[in-house]
């Protein structure tokens, strides 16, 4: 059974601290965590600024479950069956990042988008192009899963496995979705 084991960046593998602005027309900029940010609703004429994701994270922490959750798919699967898949832009501050921590230099695929379906259509062409009968995934998004298991499940069957990070006071709980 070949097995790709993703896993998402921001509040999945580390905390980044990293904001999205969002600028209102006459008003002070907003600053929106990760998490505020995938609930938010935009206004028609809110305008979205990502560049701290374009750069080093300004305070990452790792994510002790989901870090350890990736050294361990590596060892299991091997290095070239484990993948970071970001909407981030650019992959050289998450290998930065990966490489400062200590971690496996797993490859880090960023799609410069944050539409759940284009994530959803990098794992399809994944998992075609390289025979993949397995996957495993963990994200925080709900909208992301959702969407890469509508894409993957009819392919894939019950050999989709999808885990979400969710945010808790004392930390994440990684919770089988």
Do not use: C, W
Request: glycine residues 4%; hydrophobic residues 35%.
């Amino acid at each position: 059974m070949k097995t790709l084991v993703v896993f998402d960046f921001d509040d999945t593998l580390f905390n980044s601290g990293s904001r999205v602005i969002v600028q209102k027309p006459n008003q002070d900029p907003t600053y929106l965590s990760t998490h505020e940010y995938a609930v938010y609703v935009p206004e028609e004429d809110d305008e979205f600024d990502y560049s701290e994701f374009s750069s080093y994270p300004p305070r990452p922490k790792p994510i002790i479950q989901t870090t350890r959750a990736l050294q361990s798919a590596v060892l299991r699967h091997g290095l070239d069956n484990v993948i970071i898949l970001t909407a981030r832009g650019n992959p050289d501050p998450v290998e930065e990042v990966l490489k400062n921590f200590q971690m496996p230099p797993v490859e880090v695929i960023a799609i410069s988008s944050s539409y759940p379906d284009d994530k959803a259509q990098v794992l399809n062409e994944l998992i075609s192009e390289k025979g993949y009968n397995r996957l495993v995934l963990y994200e925080d998004s709900i909208p992301n899963i959702t969407a890469i298991r509508k894409r993957i499940q009819p392919i894939l069957g019950k050999m989709f496995f999808a885990y979400q990070v969710i945010p808790t006071k004392t930390g994440v709980r990684v919770k089988k979705n």
